[in-house]
């Protein structure tokens, strides 16, 4: 995912080995395996794919940012309704309160 | 009589009784004993309202000089029965496949943004990811088996070391207690009731008490003045994307690490609502009703 994220351009699963390959860690991936990778992020909404003469090639199908920005926006909503899908640790509180509690921890 | 004592039974403790509880702050001395009434509340309400729906529904076959308007009012007793379980049914399937879609799809995007951290991670649990951004946020995303824990990189900066251990803690007692199961269980049930017969005291009650109960899991590995610090700093440091009145569970929380006093008498108080609500409908009214509808179906 990292690979096709640093590319300008949408890659073929060779271009994504190649680059897999290319980065010191000495991995040598087969090229079913870049396939396969490649189909499970298109069924999970992560890539898309085009037609490319007789391959397909793969672009990321939003931005590193906006999947940061997506996962913190999540995260941050206060609304209550899409958060039972996580468990915070804290929300966030009005500063009033935020003022509130920065006393009693100083009184601990 | 049964159908409407059974009935009356379901909405008292569906409405004024849940709403007047949760304007109490005595169950939060004893967060295990306050979720168990919740849950034994919620049970009883809908044993009445299925109850009362039953019994309607025999006192409709079964009644040999059936007035107009007690048929009128049996009928409409039974259609809120109906109504509540049929809405309970579609809102556990609805409620656990949109959290279950929102979950895999936060899941994938966390892995494939943020690096397994094997040096933050000091044991076996559900796997660490932590993601490059400057909010300081730290949540779970529980599972049976796919759990993860979320810091960013922002809050690892905000907290301590201390501190840190007891988020990290905290969000694994939660994963390991499944505690985003007893909450789905309260959504069901808000979700199951009509507006008009609803209060969300329960769920809002349980997410607080789920929360001390995480805090307990934390208190005893980061101690407290650490697990306060993590609060204080992650509470008080973001904008928030809402305005959340004070009496939030952080201002909660702090008020019990400061004053720890387990509260025996609010166990006692919590374990004997539990037993009086499930015990006394059931020995008074279900019983000898079920005997009656024995009686009558034996023709």
Redesign the interface.
Same mark, same amino acid.
């Given at each position: &995912?990292n690979v096709l994220w640093d590319a300008d351009e949408p890659l073929s699963v060779r271009e994504v080995q190649d680059a897999l390959d290319a980065d010191g860690s000495g991995r040598d991936l087969a090229y079913t395996t870049v396939m396969t990778v490649l189909d499970r992020l298109g069924a999970?909404h &992560?890539v898309d794919r085009e037609r490319d003469g007789r391959a397909f090639r793969y672009t990321p199908s939003q931005t +590193?940012e906006s999947?940061?920005a #997506? =996962?913190?926006d999540? /995260? =941050?909503?206060?609304?209550g309704d +899409?958060t039972? /899908?996580?468990?915070?640790?804290? +929300?966030?509180?009005?500063p /009033? #309160? /935020? $003022? $509130? =509690? +920065?006393r $009693? =921890?100083d #009184? &601990? | 009589m049964t159908p409407f004592l059974l009935g009356l039974i379901g909405i008292a403790l569906s409405l004024p009784v849940p709403a007047l509880l949760g304007r109490a702050d005595w169950p939060y001395r004893s967060p295990a004993a306050g979720i168990v009434m919740w849950q034994s509340l919620a049970l009883a309400a809908i044993l009445a309202t299925s109850g009362a729906g039953l019994s309607t529904a025999l006192w409709l076959v079964s009644e040999d000089d059936p007035q107009p308007w007690r048929v009128a009012l049996h009928v409409l007793l039974l259609l809120v029965g109906v109504l509540i379980w049929a809405r309970f049914w579609w809102a556990v399937w609805t409620v656990w496949r949109r959290t279950g879609a929102r979950r895999r799809r936060q899941r994938h995007l966390v892995d494939l943004l943020a690096e397994p951290e094997g040096d933050v991670s000091d044991r076996v649990g559900p796997a660490l990811r932590v993601l490059q951004h400057e909010s300081p946020v730290a949540y779970c995303l529980p599972d049976r088996t796919k759990s993860r824990v979320v810091v960013t990189s922002g809050a690892i900066e905000h907290l301590s070391a201390d501190e840190l251990r007891a988020v990290l803690e905290h969000e694994r007692a939660h994963v390991s207690a499944r505690h985003d199961l007893v909450l789905e269980g309260f959504e069901f049930l808000r979700a199951a009731y009509p507006r008009v017969l609803r209060t969300d005291a329960p769920l809002e009650q349980s997410r607080v008490m789920v929360e001390l109960l995480a805090d307990d899991a934390a208190r005893r590995v980061a101690g407290d003045r650490a697990l306060a610090g993590a609060i204080v700093a992650l509470a008080g440091s973001q904008t928030p994307a809402g305005t959340l009145g004070v009496g939030s569970a952080a201002t909660i929380r702090m008020a019990r690490l400061r004053d720890p006093r387990s509260g025996w008498w609010a166990a006692g108080l919590a374990w004997a609502i539990s037993v009086v609500v499930l015990v006394v409908p059931t020995v008074f009214l279900a019983g000898p009703w079920i005997f009656h509808a024995i009686d009558v179906l034996r023709g």
């Open positions: &995912m999970k &992560m +590193r999947a940061a #997506e =996962l913190i999540a /995260a =941050l909503d206060a609304s +899409r039972s /899908a996580l468990v915070h640790f804290a +929300r966030s509180v009005d /009033a #309160e /935020a $003022a $509130a =509690l +920065r $009693a =921890l #009184e &601990m | -």
